[in-house]
C-alpha cells in the first residue's frame, strides 16, 4: 500500500557523453537536444522532419554533438504526435540496445509520456 510520503522520483541530470551501463533503468533527463532524424518518415516519399512523429526511433543530438536516440511504441498515446523540432529536455528510462533494425548498439531513452519532453 502507498503512503503519503511517497514522492515521484526525480531524474537525474545527465549529459549525453557522461552516460554508463550503471545508469540503465533510471530515470534520467538529458538537457539541450535537437531532432536530426526519425524512423517515422520516408525520404523518399519527399517527406521531411516537418512531418516526424514520435512513433518509432527519433535521433537526437545535443549542441556538442553528442547523439541519443528515443524509441516510442505505436502504442503510446502520443505515438502520432509531431516531434517537436526545439531545442529539448527530454527525460525517460535510459536502456541500451539496438537503433532500430540496424546493428548498431546505442543509448536510449524511453519517455513516459509527451510531458517527458519539454520545449527550453
Known sequence: RRGVDVEPRMPLDVEIASLCDDMCGRLVRIR?????????????AGETLDDAVWRG???FKSLSGDSITVY??????????RLPLSVLDITGILEWGKYGASSKECFHLK??????CVAM
Open 32 to 44: 539541450g537536444v535537437v531532432a536530426v532524424a526519425s524512423s517515422s518518415i520516408d525520404t523518399l
Open 111 to 116: 519517455m513516459r509520456y509527451e510531458e517527458d
Open 72 to 81: 516510442t511504441s505505436s502504442s503510446a498515446r502520443y505515438a502520432d504526435a
Open 57 to 59: 526511433n527519433a535521433l
